[in-house]
């Protein structure tokens, strides 16, 4: 259910939406070695780039990244009708108190017209599997 615009005054947060998104790590992989750098701007920012390439295990946190964005349309009932712009989601692991989501441009227009203030994401992964779920708060 879409909850109506109109401004909560005090208490908890109230639930908008949730999505969830299981994604194999070795998918990713195959494609980013046909694909390369033009995947890698066509799917995630350059924060988020700066980001999953830190360290070990890139292509594990770019699959949780893409797996979170995936999680979060859901979440957010996008239906494809903004065309879904993967870079409009912008996922960054590794932040102070989680991850942290972004929303940019008309998906984050339509966000604050459903009344969503907040995304949160819980991740996991085991065996090359990432599986992301987003949770969309007013």
Do not use: M, N, Y
């Not at 991850?99 to 090359?128: F, Y």
């Amino acid at each position: 259910a879409v909850p109506d615009a109109t401004p909560r005054i005090g208490g908890p947060p109230l639930l908008c939406g949730v999505g969830i998104d299981l994604f194999d790590s070795r998918r990713l992989e195959r494609e980013l070695a046909c694909a390369g750098a033009r995947l890698l701007g066509a799917l995630f920012s350059p924060d988020e780039v700066a980001t999953c390439l830190r360290g070990r295990s890139s292509v594990a946190r770019l699959a949780a990244c893409f797996a979170a964005k995936e999680a979060v349309a859901k979440a957010l009932e996008l239906d494809g009708s903004l065309g879904l712009a993967w870079r409009s989601i912008e996922v960054l692991l590794d932040r102070p108190g989680g991850v942290e989501v972004r929303l940019h441009g008309a998906i984050a227009e339509q966000a604050r017209h459903r009344g969503v203030r907040r995304v949160r994401i819980s991740l996991a992964r085991s065996r090359g599997l990432v599986v992301a779920s987003a949770l969309s708060e007013s």
